[in-house]
DNA sequence: TTGAAAGCGCTAACAT
DNA sequence: ATGTTAGCGCTTTCAA
């Protein structure tokens, strides 16, 4: 563990000039082809790597890209992530992750780490710091939030709009004939954008059936599907259920098989996100997906566009899709 | 986002020599309170800060620990993350993740970006590289492999006992008075090392009571449950299933379920891993706890010292722990 | 207590 | 096609 060979090294190994070494490392067309392959040789012989840290300082640039996941467990933002990693190693840049562990002053923590590394771009996944704080990064390195509505000055913006996710989904019910259809909201008290929006685009496909006057919005209290429960004692009792999120629809999934309650010829039940739970064949939920896939490449898109010198901030909403399984039907 | 303020500027806004601001913004204790606080003033003042590029090459340290997970989306390894980087960050260092995807290129390009990066250890979670390649890194920087038995020379290594688990669930089962137990196996054909370790801890701990000839273990063809089909109709039909995760156990309780053979009473089910999925109330699955809190801050330790000198590779190996929940009864 | 100066390893503009 | 040279922004002796 001595010290690493430098570029000096391997230009005195290929009896070369040190200028020379770095033009034929980087590839650059202006070497020749015999003395880029001395070069190589002799790199590869002392076991040469770049220093990044020297690399960067001289060429202030450093073709790094900050990610900050909020919580590297949610699926949907580790996809995004790959997904991301992908475009950009495309693109010969490298990404860097750092987790938010759901903390702000861990978040804001791991923003800082980034803009001390000098990364070209920065990318935020569902921030908890607010619109103030995101400009102040926006106004020092390109930047994209990912998850979260906005628009923030001098910040871009992707996410999937949860209003058309829900109420696609409450309309697939409608299709299928269904009135009565309680929506399991997330516990009371708890307010994110993502789920207001959910509720508001359930509500929002009622109305347009001209059945707004039905909608049923249950809050999971304990957050264990204990609305199922309550939902099951409304009048009309509801035929149909559409959850939150997949963990809350499994909860109902649950709590139904317990009921004796034959899922989906008695009841419809309809998930959020898509997650591995919903394909799981023991629960085969109808769920609504988000294109994470899409949101990745959008992200690293808007990031790509940054770098070449666009100015205005940008935002991009994107459709999320439902999967149909077998946790849904006609109404019998 | 025009070129962000230098040391120098930091000086002449100060009215003080640049060397004077590296030293007062490293906290060193020979500069006056007086100046040093004219220093942190003219800093926050130009909105200062340190170019880590700049100071890393200087240095010859980045302070910077490299994280590959193998897949971001393991439970297990994200809490071993989580609890690594409170550990480095309570001793000043900053953990960059890096995420493998579960593909041996990726998770190779991981390790040279952060080789690259001139980090001053490396952890990689639950390595797809061969010994030889590990050796390699290890001979370059402190590195620790989590979640993988060794050795290989020049690398530090923490596992968890599988054997042990294994043996510890079966025993759980065996004190419950359960004598025909059931190992549902990953699909035949893949043999990663933990995975055989669980199987002979089971095992094990059969020979150990002298039920050496009962053990049974049915691979699951489908990675769906269908293993558990299979238990059913062994004669004797078992009373009790060991599965070797908990997503095996809880397609086990799927299949249960729809048998309605009613779990614990009439059958008990043992996962593996302790996941979400194992908490959540429909399941209440019995399990095995992998202690991610002190695999993180082992291999923090072991990092620790490499740092401080020591030569010689080290192995720490953590016993699990059974987390008994509503899953396992007494056999009736 | 403060300042001057020599690199750290590399890139890139320029000269040959 | 190859070599020379001047930084990049910072840390760290060493003198003052």
């Known amino acids: 563990m001595r010290r690493s060979p430098t570029q000096a090294d391997v230009a005195a190994h290929a009896g070369v000039s040190r200028a020379l070494v770095s033009m034929a490392l980087s590839g650059r067309p202006e070497v020749a082809q015999s003395t880029r392959e001395a070069i ?42 790959a997904h991301l990693q992908d475009a950009a190693a495309d693109a010969g840049l490298t990404t860097l992750l750092n987790d938010g562990r759901r903390d702000a002053g861990r978040e804001a923590a791991a923003v800082e780490t980034f803009l001390e590394l000098r990364v070209d771009g920065l990318v935020i996944a569902s921030p908890l710091q607010g619109s103030a704080a995101l400009a102040a990064i926006g106004r020092q390195v390109p930047t994209v939030v990912v998850g979260r509505p906005g628009p923030v000055p001098s910040v871009d913006f992707v996410h ?86 997949d963990v809350t629809a499994v909860a ?42 899409r949101t990745g490449h959008a992200a690293f898109e808007l990031l790509t566009e940054r770098l ?8 991009v909403v994107l459709d999320p899709d439902l999967v149909v399984r077998r946790s849904t039907s006609s109404r019998r």
Request: proline share 5%; charged share 20%.
């Open 40 to 81: 190589l040789a002799a790199a590869s012989e002392l076991g040469y790597r770049v220093n990044a840290p020297a690399a960067n300082l001289a060429r202030r640039r450093t073709g790094l890209l900050g990610l900050v996941l909020q919580d590297v467990s949610n699926p949907f933002f580790s996809e995004v992530a």
């Open 160 to 245: 999937v709009d949860s209003v058309a996710g829900a109420r696609r989904a409450t309309e697939h019910l409608l299709a299928l004939g269904h009135q009565d259809i309680a929506y399991l909201d997330v516990a009371a008290g708890v307010s994110e954008p993502l789920m207001v929006d959910r509720v508001a685009g359930y509500r929002a496909a009622l109305e347009a059936a001209g059945l707004g006057g039905r909608s049923n919005v249950i809050p999971d209290v304990a957050a264990d599907g204990d609305a199922t429960e309550r939902a099951l004692v409304c009048s009309p009792r509801p035929t149909a259920l559409l959850a939150h999120n």
């Open 252 to 293: 109902a999934l649950g709590f139904l098989a317990r009921a004796g309650i034959e899922v989906p010829h008695r009841m419809s039940v309809v998930g959020y996100d898509n997650t591995r739970l919903a394909a799981m064949p023991q629960f085969n939920l109808t769920t609504v997906d988000q294109p994470s896939e």
């Open 308 to 315: 070449g010198g666009r100015d205005q901030a940008r935002t």
